[in-house]
């Protein structure tokens, strides 16, 4: 499964919160080691793909929106992912 599809694909996270309201750990797992893979070489190149930078804009976007449907759990599992991917984006400027 490709990052973006992990993040907006039919089964992302962003779908089976918006449909399901529900935080899908495993998927979320996998787009944190994703990004933690590659957070080394994006800091070292300057770069982040296209289709990367996009799928971690969504995300960002998305998780930072929140909802009104989701349960004080979800909710809170999202400030906290929220949280912590933008740690990981933030560690490349250091």
Same mark, same amino acid.
Not at 8 to 14: P, R
């Given at each position: 499964?490709? !990052? %973006?599809?992990?993040?907006?694909?039919?089964?992302?996270?962003?779908?089976?919160?918006?449909?399901?309201?529900?935080?899908?750990?495993?998927? +979320?797992?996998?787009?944190?080691? +994703?990004?933690?893979?590659?957070? *080394?070489?994006?800091?070292?190149?300057g770069?982040?793909?296209?289709?990367?930078?996009?799928?971690? !804009?969504?995300?960002?976007?998305?998780?930072?929106?929140?909802?009104? !449907?989701?349960?004080?759990?979800?909710?809170?599992?999202?400030?906290?992912?929220?949280?912590?991917?933008?740690?990981?984006? *933030? %560690?490349?400027?250091e």
């Amino acid at each position: 499964m490709s !990052f %973006s599809d992990m993040v907006v694909g039919k089964n992302g996270l962003l779908v089976e919160l918006r449909c399901h309201n529900s935080f899908n750990e495993k998927i +979320y797992m996998d787009i944190t080691n +994703y990004l933690n893979q590659r957070l *080394s070489e994006w800091k070292r190149t300057g770069f982040i793909p296209v289709a990367d930078a996009v799928a971690v !804009f969504n995300l960002i976007d998305e998780l930072s929106g929140g909802s009104q !449907f989701w349960s004080e759990e979800v909710e809170l599992r999202v400030e906290d992912a929220i949280l912590e991917i933008q740690e990981m984006i *933030s %560690s490349l400027e250091e």
